[in-house]
């Protein structure tokens, strides 16, 4: 497959397979080529007749009335670009920094940044070759842009600073000259467009938006198994209830679980379940044989999963329109001959999504702790052991010894918390900078790597629950899972066997962490990320 950069066209699912796929074809299009000459064309023309345009012929921000000579305006640019390596914390993923890089040569590539198009077909080279910039993840507000990461991506394009290479990391000049690559010479608004852009925190919410699609469908097969589990009523998930309240994500779900146990001999129709209990006589009192009606955490988990889906639907729409957008300032209409200085590298949008993003997937963990709490706990998990330990004899020499899931519930528990600690909004963190000229920000990058750091919480909360699920159908019996969720099973008993004693089980996360990610499970169940 080519992806195909044209600054119209990128997908969403485009972004998300060069970031994780390195060897994925990419080409610029003629048109976006012819597009980005024409407005580097108009640029010099409004250059030539010497009147000030912001950041080509203009200091920056706040010092726009600094106005420079047209034959200063190279030197400028590479200024810019040294005085905003100041970026501080862990070097960004290489798949954030591969999403970066094609974000933002697809933004330069709509053709109204007044750039070389020899620097788009320049990101795409380093994309093909995998030198990648070392991306400090700290230090942007998200407007005016992402200045201070895109800088690191700008400096590696004019042959300075730290690339990763070959696994390593080394100076860009000499990995440059080994793979025959000169570093470009900056013209005005080079530099300005490389930086002055949402393409950094754009490319964390697209990564976690794509991972938060995975576990919409994920936290659909955990509430079955979990169901099956407690010996759960499929009937909370009867098209009737959801109909009357149908929310497009909320019917989803609720459609998956209906699926997913419709032939389970553990969570039962609630007809079935209802005739379990006995007739009561006139004046009687009586409990039930078997509940009729699950806890919350079971029973509204299609309200909250839906509330995932649902926000995805809307997220990524705005992050389908930020890809394929100019980010930058100012802006060249080649159709009118004009030059037009705004705002488009606000990233509010991105900022807004991406703290939405984080309260729903927060909420996802939460609810996935609390089921696993329902499993674990001989107070709520109908017959089950205590923590999920093997049935023993009492004269068992390990009688009283083991514990089970005890510590993993307390680490899905402090992960679930740490998850929900971090949802607060960082977009209403708006601090003035830059002498009162950013006097509004969006910060969209802290809100993007929230929103990741989140979606990998909530994904190992997930792991853990699966374990713990598996556990407990091997105590309750596998033979009466559904066709649907015994592969899911089965698939991670290939590599995670029953916890049979007490062991280390941090190792059983990530392996099942792994699995999640590749999408095996949601494969397994008949899923996909879309939730169908």
Same mark, same amino acid.
């Given at each position: 497959?080519?992806?195909?950069?044209?600054?119209?066209?990128?997908?969403?699912?485009?972004?998300?397979?060069?970031?994780? %796929?390195?060897?994925?074809?990419? %080409?610029?299009?003629?048109?976006? @080529?012819?597009?980005?000459?024409?407005?580097?064309?108009? *640029?010099?023309?409004?250059?030539?007749?010497?009147?000030?345009?912001?950041?080509?012929?203009?200091?920056?921000?706040?010092?726009?009335?600094?106005?420079?000579?047209?034959?200063?305006?190279?030197?400028?640019?590479?200024?810019?670009?040294?005085?905003?390596?100041?970026?501080?914390?862990?070097?960004?993923?290489?798949?954030?920094?591969?999403?970066?890089?094609?974000? =933002?040569?697809?933004?330069?590539?709509?053709?109204?940044?007044?750039? /070389?198009?020899?620097?788009?077909?320049?990101?795409?080279?380093?994309?093909?070759?995998?030198?990648?910039?070392?991306?400090?993840?700290?230090?942007?507000?998200?407007?005016?842009? &992402?200045?201070?990461?895109?800088?690191?991506?700008?400096?590696?394009?004019?042959?300075?600073?730290?690339?990763?290479?070959?696994?390593?990391?080394?100076?860009?000049?000499?990995?440059?000259?080994?793979?025959?690559?000169?570093?470009?010479?900056?013209?005005?608004? &080079?530099?300005?467009?490389?930086?002055?852009?949402?393409?950094?925190?754009?490319?964390?919410?697209?990564?976690?938006?794509?991972?938060?699609?995975?576990?919409?469908?994920?936290?659909?097969?955990?509430?079955?198994?979990?169901?099956?589990?407690?010996?759960?009523?499929?009937?909370?998930?009867?098209?009737?209830?959801?109909?009357?309240?149908?929310?497009?994500? /909320?019917?989803?779900?609720?459609?998956?679980?209906?699926?997913?146990?419709?032939?389970?001999?553990?969570?039962?129709?609630?007809?079935?379940?209802?005739?379990?209990?006995?007739?009561?006589?006139?004046?009687?009192?009586?409990?039930?044989?078997?509940?009729?009606?699950?806890?919350?955490?079971?029973?509204?988990?299609?309200?909250?999963?839906?509330?995932?889906?649902?926000?995805?639907?809307?997220?990524?729409?705005?992050?389908?329109?930020?890809?394929?957008?100019?980010?930058?300032?100012?802006?060249?209409?080649?159709?009118?001959?004009?030059?037009?200085?705004?705002?488009?590298?606000?990233?509010?949008?991105?900022?807004?999504?991406?703290?939405?993003?984080?309260?729903?997937?927060?909420?996802?963990?939460?609810?996935?702790? =609390? %089921?696993?709490?329902?499993?674990?706990?001989?107070?709520?998990?109908?017959?089950?052991?205590?923590?999920?330990?093997?049935?023993?004899?009492?004269?068992?020499?390990?009688?009283?010894?083991?514990?089970?899931? *005890?510590?993993?519930?307390?680490?899905?528990?402090?992960?679930?918390?740490?998850?929900?600690?971090?949802?607060?909004?960082?977009?209403?963190?708006?601090?003035?900078?830059?002498?009162?000229?950013?006097? *509004?920000?969006? @910060?969209?990058?802290?809100?993007?790597?929230?929103?990741?750091?989140?979606?990998?919480?909530?994904?190992?909360?997930?792991?853990?629950?699966?374990?713990?699920?598996?556990?407990?159908?091997?105590?309750?019996?596998?033979?009466?899972?559904?066709?649907?969720?015994?592969?899911?099973?089965?698939?991670?008993?290939?590599?995670?066997?029953?916890? &049979?004693? &007490?062991?280390?089980?941090?190792?059983?996360?990530?392996?099942?962490?792994?699995?999640?990610?590749?999408?095996?499970?949601?494969?397994?169940?008949?899923?996909?990320?879309?939730?169908?």
């Amino acid at each position: 497959m080519t992806v195909v950069v044209d600054g119209h066209t990128l997908s969403l699912a485009d972004v998300q397979l060069v970031a994780r %796929q390195p060897t994925t074809s990419l %080409q610029a299009s003629e048109q976006s @080529m012819a597009a980005a000459q024409q407005s580097r064309e108009l *640029k010099e023309r409004l250059m030539a007749d010497r009147l000030p345009i912001y950041g080509i012929t203009t200091g920056f921000g706040d010092s726009v009335t600094s106005q420079i000579a047209p034959e200063k305006a190279a030197d400028l640019q590479r200024n810019l670009i040294r005085y905003h390596l100041n970026g501080t914390g862990s070097a960004a993923p290489e798949e954030v920094v591969r999403a970066t890089m094609l974000i =933002r040569a697809n933004c330069l590539a709509r053709g109204h940044s007044g750039v /070389q198009p020899s620097i788009v077909e320049r990101l795409l080279e380093l994309l093909r070759q995998g030198v990648l910039p070392e991306i400090p993840e700290r230090g942007s507000v998200g407007a005016s842009g &992402d200045l201070v990461p895109l800088c690191y991506l700008a400096s590696v394009v004019i042959g300075e600073g730290p690339v990763r290479y070959g696994g390593t990391v080394r100076d860009a000049a000499d990995v440059l000259d080994e793979i025959g690559l000169k570093p470009i010479v900056l013209e005005a608004k &080079d530099g300005l467009g490389l930086i002055n852009g949402t393409s950094f925190s754009t490319a964390y919410a697209v990564l976690a938006a794509g991972d938060a699609a995975q576990l919409a469908a994920i936290t659909d097969i955990c509430t079955a198994l979990a169901s099956e589990a407690l010996l759960g009523n499929r009937g909370h998930f009867d098209p009737f209830i959801h109909q009357q309240r149908p929310h497009p994500g /909320q019917l989803v779900s609720a459609a998956n679980l209906r699926g997913l146990l419709a032939d389970s001999e553990l969570a039962l129709p609630h007809s079935q379940i209802v005739d379990m209990n006995d007739p009561l006589i006139v004046g009687g009192h009586t409990h039930t044989n078997r509940s009729i009606q699950d806890r919350y955490s079971i029973r509204c988990a299609p309200h909250v999963a839906g509330v995932l889906r649902d926000t995805l639907t809307w997220v990524e729409t705005w992050l389908d329109t930020e890809i394929n957008s100019s980010t930058d300032n100012p802006l060249f209409d080649v159709a009118s001959g004009a030059v037009h200085s705004g705002g488009n590298f606000y990233a509010g949008h991105v900022a807004q999504a991406m703290d939405s993003l984080k309260v729903a997937v927060s909420s996802v963990a939460d609810l996935l702790d =609390r %089921q696993l709490e329902l499993m674990v706990d001989e107070k709520f998990n109908n017959g089950l052991t205590p923590n999920l330990i093997p049935r023993r004899e009492g004269d068992h020499w390990e009688a009283g010894l083991n514990h089970g899931f *005890k510590g993993m519930q307390i680490a899905a528990s402090a992960l679930a918390a740490e998850a929900l600690k971090g949802s607060g909004p960082a977009s209403t963190f708006s601090r003035s900078t830059e002498a009162h000229n950013q006097d *509004k920000v969006s @910060m969209s990058a802290i809100a993007a790597r929230d929103a990741r750091l989140i979606v990998t919480l909530t994904r190992e909360v997930a792991a853990i629950h699966l374990l713990a699920a598996c556990q407990a159908l091997d105590l309750r019996g596998v033979e009466q899972m559904s066709s649907r969720t015994h592969p899911v099973y089965r698939q991670i008993r290939r590599y995670v066997p029953f916890a &049979d004693t &007490d062991r280390r089980m941090d190792g059983d996360i990530q392996t099942v962490v792994a699995l999640i990610k590749s999408g095996a499970l949601v494969a397994a169940a008949g899923l996909d990320t879309a939730g169908s």
